[in-house]
C-alpha cells in the first residue's frame, strides 16, 4: 500500500519563475569490442543473453537517475535503453541543449559508473507518447520538406541531428570500444507499419537511413524495430507484448526484442492499463526459451511528461506506463520483485543459453513443450565470464494452455505446470522459478489521507469570488522533510498547467474515466491487450501530479496555475508519496531463494537444491524501516493483503518469529519451514506463510503519527 500524506497550501497569490540547474559525470570499462552472430550479440568476444530495462531520461531530473539507474541494476538489468528527444535537444535550430533533464552525456556516463550497457535510440523520430514524436516545430517550416520519405530538405536535417549526437558520444568516449557503456544503437523507430504508405520513396528512405547510419563510424552495431525489410548488417528487431515467434530477416542475426510493453499509456478521461506480471514475465520466458537473446522493457520506469513534452491524441501528464518502477521512482510491487526473480533464474542459465546454436525441443502434452539447451564444449565463444556453478544443461518448461494446470515428464521426473507459464531449470532437474507463481504480494492499494497539519489559510482570495474560467492562481507552500517523493493534489481543479518554482509539471485534467469496463479481478492467463485488465473505473484519470524534490526547498515554494475551466484552488494540497505496507505469501512448496544456486555447499556438492526451503523476503523502500508486523501466520491463512486472517491450521509462534527477525530493519527473509517456526503446525497439510508488515522514514521514528 502507498499513502499519500497531504499539506495544506497555505496561500493564494499570482507570478511564476523559471530556475536552472548544473550537472556533472565520471569513468567506467575497459574498451571492448560489440559484434554479433545468429544467437546473441558477442560482447568482449563472449555471446551474452541480455536484459534491459528503459528509462527515458528527460521523464526524470537528473537527481532521480542514480537511484533509478541502481534500482534497475539491483532488479536484474545487464543494460539502459533511452529514446533521444530531438525537440528537447535542438528547441532553435544550430541552438542545442544538453543541460538538466536533457543531459543525455551525463545520463549515459551514470549507467556507465554503475557498470551497466547501454542500447541508445536516436530514431530521430521516437513516438514515445511525446510531443511530435520528437521532432521540432522548426522541422515544419523548412520550404519543401516531407517528413520520414526520400527528402532532401529532411534527410539533410535528420543526418545533422544524427550525426550531432554520434559525434557527441564519441567524443565523450561512450562507445564501448573507446571504454563506454554503449553497445547498440537504433535508427529510425517503427518505419515498417507505415513505409507502405510511401510507395517506392519509402522503401529509398530505409536504406538511406541505414546507409547513413553505418556511414557514421559509431562502431557498434546498428538496429530498426519493426523493420522487415532492415538492409544488409542492420539488425531488424520486435516491438510488441509477446516476442517469442520472431524471426530477423536473415539468419546471421540475432533475436533482439527492443519494446516489451510491460504496460501501456493513458489518455485524459481513460482507464489505467495494467498488464500482470505473470503474464509479462511468461513472456520473457518464452522469449528466451525460443532463442531471443535481449530483451528491452519498455518501460521499466516511465516518469512523467513534464511542462509541454506529453503526446498525443489527449495523453496524461504521467507516464507511470505500470511499469516495474512507478512514475515516483518506488519499486512498484509485486512486478518489480517477480521480474527480479526471473532475471537471476534466467543468468542462471546463460552459459547453456550461449553455448547452444539452438535449442533441442521436446513435446510434452497437447499444448506443453521443453526447450533444453546444452554446453557445446566445441563452441568456439563458450568463453564466459559466468560462475561455474551455472549448469551445462538447462530447460524451459511451458504450458501455453490458458486454463488448464498440466502434469508433464521431462527426463523421468514429474512437473506440475500452472496454465499460462513456464518453469525455469537451471540444471534441467530443478525448478528455480515458474512465471505463475508470485511470492511477493506487494502494495495492491494505494490509499490517499490527508495529514493533520495546518490548515489552508487562504488570504488574497475569497471562494466567494473564486473566477470560473482563464485565471492564474499563485501560492506558496513548504515542503515536507526526507526524501519521499511528493506529489501536488489538483483533483479539485478543471483544466489548465501548473508550475513549482519555475519548473513546469505540466499539464492537468480533471476529466473521469468511464464507470464500467474494469474487471473485479484480472485474469493473466491468456494473451494480453492494452483493454484487458483496466482500473480505475469511474474516476478521474489523473489528480496527483508529480514534483521533483529536487525542485523544491525547504519553505515558501512558489506553486502558479493557470486554470482554463473553472475549479477550487482552496482544495489544492501537496502530498507526500509513502510505502507503507508490504505483504507477502508463500507456500513451503515455493522454490528456494534464486541466491541459493551460487551457495558454497551447492556448488561443493555438499546439499542438493531440493534440500533447500524458500524464504519471504520483505523490503522496505531506501529510508525506511519495518517498524512492526501487523499480521503473520504461517499454517493456512485466508485472504489478501491487508484483509489476512488466521486459517484452521495456524502456527502460535508466527508473529514473534517474523518480528524477530525483521522489525527494525530495511529488509529480512525468512525461511518457510517447520523447523523456523519451532514445530509444524498441522502435519500432513501443506503450509504457507502470510504476513503484512508496515514501514516508516528512519527520519520519522518517534513521530507521534506512526
Aim: hydrophobic share 35%; glycine share 10%.
Amino acid at each position: 500500500m502507498v499513502v499519500f500524506e497531504n499539506k495544506a497550501i497555505p496561500k493564494l497569490l499570482l507570478v511564476c519563475l523559471f530556475v536552472q540547474f548544473s550537472v556533472s559525470a565520471a569513468n567506467f570499462f575497459q574498451p571492448f569490442n560489440v559484434t554479433y552472430d545468429h544467437r546473441a550479440l558477442i560482447i568482449d568476444g563472449k555471446r551474452r543473453m541480455l536484459i534491459s530495462g528503459g528509462i527515458h531520461y528527460p521523464r526524470a531530473t537528473p537527481q532521480m537517475w542514480p537511484d533509478l539507474i541502481a534500482k534497475s541494476k539491483e532488479g536484474g538489468a545487464d543494460v539502459i535503453e533511452s529514446y533521444t528527444f530531438w525537440n528537447g535537444h535542438e528547441p532553435v535550430r544550430g541552438q542545442y541543449n544538453f543541460e538538466g533533464r536533457f543531459d543525455l552525456v551525463k545520463f549515459v556516463k551514470l549507467v556507465g559508473d554503475n557498470g551497466l550497457y547501454f542500447l541508445l535510440r536516436i530514431g530521430p523520430y521516437v513516438c514515445a507518447e511525446w510531443n511530435f514524436g520528437g521532432f521540432p516545430v522548426w522541422l515544419r517550416d523548412i520550404p519543401g520538406i516531407e517528413f520520414r520519405t526520400d527528402n532532401e530538405p529532411f534527410k539533410r536535417e535528420m543526418q545533422r541531428f544524427v550525426t550531432k549526437i554520434v559525434d557527441l558520444m564519441r567524443e565523450e568516449k561512450l562507445f564501448s570500444w573507446q571504454g563506454g557503456p554503449i553497445i547498440l544503437l537504433q535508427i529510425e523507430n517503427e518505419y515498417g507499419n507505415m513505409e507502405g504508405s510511401y510507395g517506392q520513396k519509402g522503401k529509398e528512405y530505409v536504406r538511406w537511413a541505414a546507409n547513413m547510419a553505418l556511414g557514421l563510424g559509431a562502431g557498434v552495431p546498428w538496429v530498426m524495430c519493426k523493420q522487415t525489410d532492415a538492409p544488409g548488417d542492420i539488425i531488424d528487431t520486435c516491438n510488441n507484448y509477446y516476442c517469442d515467434g520472431y524471426k530477423p530477416n536473415s539468419p546471421n542475426k540475432p533475436t533482439i526484442w527492443t519494446e516489451n510493453w510491460d504496460g501501456w499509456y493513458t489518455s485524459w478521461g481513460g482507464r489505467l492499463p495494467h498488464r500482470p506480471v505473470e503474464d509479462l514475465a511468461f513472456a520473457v520466458a518464452r522469449f528466451f526459451q525460443r532463442g531471443g537473446s535481449l530483451m528491452n522493457y519498455y518501460m521499466y520506469f516511465g516518469g512523467t511528461n513534464f511542462g509541454r513534452t506529453s503526446g498525443g491524441p489527449f495523453y496524461i501528464t504521467s507516464y507511470d506506463y505500470d511499469a516495474p518502477i512507478d512514475e515516483y521512482g518506488l519499486r512498484s510491487e509485486p512486478k518489480w520483485g517477480h521480474l527480479k526473480d526471473l532475471h537471476a533464474a534466467i543468468k542462471l542459465c546463460e552459459r547453456a543459453l550461449v553455448a547452444a546454436d539452438s535449442p533441442q525441443y521436446m513435446k510434452l502434452g497437447p499444448r506443453q513443450e521443453a526447450h533444453v539447451y546444452w554446453e557445446n564444449t566445441q563452441s568456439t565463444v563458450l568463453n564466459t565470464t559466468l560462475s561455474e556453478s551455472q549448469s551445462a544443461c538447462s530447460a524451459f518448461l511451458a504450458n501455453i494452455d490458458e486454463h488448464n494446470t498440466a502434469t508433464v515428464i521431462f527426463r523421468g521426473k514429474s512437473y506440475s505446470l500452472p496454465p499460462w507459464s513456464v518453469s525455469i531449470l537451471p540444471d534441467c532437474s530443478n525448478v528455480a522459478f515458474n512465471t505463475a507463481k508470485v511470492g511477493l504480494k506487494g502494495e495492491f492499494q494505494k490509499i490517499f489521507t490527508i495529514e493533520e497539519n495546518e490548515k489552508a489559510g487562504w488570504t488574497n482570495l475569497k471562494l466567494d469570488d473564486t473566477p470560473s474560467t482563464f485565471t492564474w492562481y499563485k501560492a506558496y507552500f513548504d515542503s515536507h522533510d526526507g526524501s519521499e517523493p511528493i506529489a501536488i493534489d489538483l483533483g479539485s481543479m478543471g483544466k489548465g498547467q501548473a508550475w513549482v518554482n519555475g519548473h513546469h509539471i505540466g499539464r492537468y485534467w480533471n476529466l473521469t474515466a468511464p464507470k464500467d469496463g474494469c474487471p473485479d479481478s484480472c485474469d493473466y492467463r491468456g494473451a494480453y491487450g492494452s483493454n484487458k485488465c483496466m482500473t480505475n473505473c469511474g474516476k478521474p484519470t489523473q489528480t496527483w501530479y508529480h514534483v521533483p524534490r529536487s525542485w523544491l526547498q525547504a519553505s515558501n515554494n512558489l506553486l502558479v496555475i493557470f486554470e482554463e475551466i473553472g475549479g477550487n484552488p482552496f482544495e489544492i494540497s501537496v502530498k507526500l508519496r509513502v510505502p507503507r505496507i508490504l505483504c507477502a505469501q508463500m507456500s513451503e512448496s515455493y522454490y528456494p531463494p534464486l541466491r541459493e544456486w551460487l551457495h558454497l555447499d551447492l556448488i561443493d556438492g555438499k546439499v542438493s537444491i531440493s534440500d533447500m526451503k524458500p524464504q519471504i523476503h520483505l523490503q522496505c523502500e531506501d529510508g525506511h524501516i519495518i517498524s512492526s508486523i501487523e499480521f503473520a501466520s504461517y499454517g493456512t491463512p485466508h485472504g489478501s493483503c491487508q484483509n489476512f486472517s488466521n486459517g484452521n491450521c495456524h502456527s502460535p509462534n508466527s508473529l514473534s518469529v517474523i518480528s524477530e527477525a525483521c522489525v527494525g530493519r530495511n529488509s529480512c527473509s525468512v525461511e518457510v519451514s517447520n523447523s523456523g517456526f519451532g514445530s509444524d503446525p498441522c502435519r500432513g497439510v501443506l503450509k504457507t506463510l502470510a504476513v503484512e508488515a508496515r514501514c516508516v522514514s528512519t527520519s520519522t521514528i518517534g513521530v507521534s503519527q506512526f
